[in-house]
């Protein structure tokens, strides 16, 4: 193999890397957003105010265990089912 074409090889791998990397991110973020709206509508199925929900969602994720949970608000009886089938 000329130097030329393993040139070509070594892009032709890095793009496709990338928008595979790309395309990853991106479904991870539609996943993320997905839960996250099912939580939301668990929490106004529960009776939550929209304080408490932006409380939770604005939570850090990154912390564990180390974090305090004083400011999450204890769950709540469902008086309905947020959405039917």
Request: with cysteine.
């Amino acid at each position: 193999m000329r130097e030329e074409e393993a040139f070509v090889a070594v892009v032709a791998i890095l793009c496709g890397s990338g928008l595979c990397w790309a395309l990853i991110r991106q479904c991870g973020g539609v996943i993320r957003a997905w839960f996250e709206t099912a939580l939301k509508r668990d929490m106004v199925a529960r009776g939550y105010s929209p304080t408490e929900i932006i409380g939770v969602l604005k939570a850090d994720r990154r912390c564990g265990w180390q974090a305090p949970h004083s400011d999450v608000p204890p769950a709540k009886p469902i008086r309905q089912p947020a959405y039917s089938r």
